[in-house]
Every structure is written in structure tokens, then in C-alpha cells.
């Protein structure tokens, strides 16, 4: 009679377990057909060839992107490599990537950088705030660059346990940024499950040297963020959406 029940207890659970994977596929479409486009004004960037996590562009041009992010569950061209923060400017006919050479006693093979946001200070001062992922941790890193050597000079890092598993990040002012959370385990076996059970448990904080709080909470991950103009307002942009009805 045991055994009965537990293989009863066994088959809803896998049933349920089984229809949480399927809802789960739908919520991000996974079963949609992709058709083939053939871009027009479109070329591969040399250099780039282990992908771009994020970009930033200062009004200027000049354009910051990180590459060769390590993420569980995720592939990566590079695994050996530490990752990169490349400058564009685009207002080159064709623009190419640089890597920018990075001094200060930063510990650049470590480097794993996910979101970047740039900061300018009153004095035009351009400062570059970066996720980084050493060991797989999360810390933001905040660099000042050098535009005439087109380089990167490393100033501080920062750390939090309430910065886990940070996805990005928008600078509002000198210390002072909002920042996603896009998965609540840092085991990459439990995220899994963490996304098919959509347990919306990730959130988006605001981070400053006075004060550090959770702003908004209830998110299934979330990821990329931007502010107004007038920083009144944020908006974050979640991985995993719901279908409709």
C-alpha cells in the first residue's frame, strides 16, 4: 500500500512538474518560429566575435560595450578569455571596435562584465559603472575613462548582499544606481526551476553610500533598466513574460 502511494504521489508531482515546463514554454514562446531575415545595412564587427552583453553612448558617439560575459546555463565563444569592454564611435563610416586597455591595479583577468551605464560628472569627467561576475559573485566595478588614451583607469568596487545575481544597472549619480536582480538562486540547477516555477521573487534596488533598499520586487527576473530624463521614473525589462489571456 506504501509503495502504491508513493508512486501516486510520484505521478502528480511529475504531472505537475510537466505542466509547469509547458507553461513555461509558452510564456517565452519557445515554440514560435523564427523566419530568417537578411539584414541590409547590417556587418559583423571584428573583434567582437564573443558576442556583446551591453552598450552605453555618450553624446558624443563614442560607444562602451562589454563582451565575453561567463553566465551559467548560458554559452560563450570565449571560455577562456576574461572579458572586454570595447569603445565605438559611431560617427566613422565604419566604425571598429577597440579594447580598452584597463590600469589602476584592476584584476583584469576576473573580469566578467554583464550591464555597463555611464556617469558625467559636472566637471564632463565620463565614468563607466560595470556588473561584474568574478567567481560568479556580483559586484559593480567603477572605472574613469580616458578618452585622449582611450583607456580605463579603475577606481573602486562595490559590494552588497543585497547585489546578487545583478543583471544590470543605470547610474544616477556619483555612488549612486539602480540595479536588477534577475534570478533569486545563484545555483544555476536551482534558476532553472526558479524559472519554470515562475516564482517571481527578483527585484530591482537602488543603491547609494547612505542607503541601500529594494525599490521593486514580484519580477519572474529582472533584467536590462533605464531612468527618465528627469529620473523620476525607471524601467526594467523582464526576460520571462506571460502570455496573454
Known amino acids: 500500500m506504501g509503495k502504491l502511494v508513493a508512486l501516486v504521489l510520484l505521478g502528480v508531482g511529475l504531472s505537475l512538474v510537466g505542466e509547469m515546463f509547458l507553461a513555461f514554454r509558452e510564456r517565452v514562446n519557445a515554440s514560435r518560429e523564427v523566419e530568417p531575415v537578411e539584414p541590409e545595412n547590417c556587418h559583423l564587427i571584428e573583434e567582437l566575435e564573443s558576442g556583446s552583453e551591453d552598450i552605453d553612448i555618450l553624446p558624443s558617439g563614442l560607444a562602451f560595450i562589454s563582451s ?39 584584476d583584469k583577468e576576473l573580469f566578467n562584465p554583464h550591464g555597463i551605464s555611464i556617469f558625467i560628472d559636472k566637471d564632463n569627467t565620463v565614468y563607466l559603472y ?21 583607456s580605463l583607469v579603475y577606481l573602486k568596487t562595490i559590494k552588497h548582499e543585497l547585489l546578487k545575481s545583478v543583471n544590470d544597472i543605470v547610474v544616477l549619480g556619483p555612488e549612486q544606481f539602480y540595479a536588477t536582480r534577475d534570478h533569486y ?24 553610500p547612505r542607503e541601500v533598499k529594494v525599490v521593486a520586487k ?28
Open 218 to 245: 514580484g519580477f519572474c527576473s529582472a533584467n536590462g533598466i533605464t531612468v527618465s530624463a528627469d529620473q523620476k521614473y525607471f524601467a526594467s525589462r523582464m526576460f520571462c513574460l506571460r502570455s496573454p489571456g
Open 68 to 106: 565575453g560575459l561567463k553566465y551559467p546555463g548560458m554559452p560563450n565563444f570565449a571560455p577562456d578569455e576574461p572579458g572586454k569592454i570595447f569603445l565605438m564611435d559611431l560617427n566613422e563610416q565604419n566604425p571598429r571596435a577597440q579594447a580598452l586597455e584597463i590600469s589602476g591595479g584592476f
Open 185 to 208: 538562486f545563484t545555483n544555476s540547477f536551482l534558476s532553472f526551476f526558479e524559472m519554470i516555477l515562475d516564482l517571481r521573487w527578483t527585484y530591482v534596488l537602488f543603491y547609494s
Open 130 to 150: 560595470v556588473v561584474n561576475h568574478p567567481h560568479m559573485k556580483s559586484t559593480v566595478e567603477i572605472f574613469k575613462f580616458e578618452e585622449q588614451q582611450r
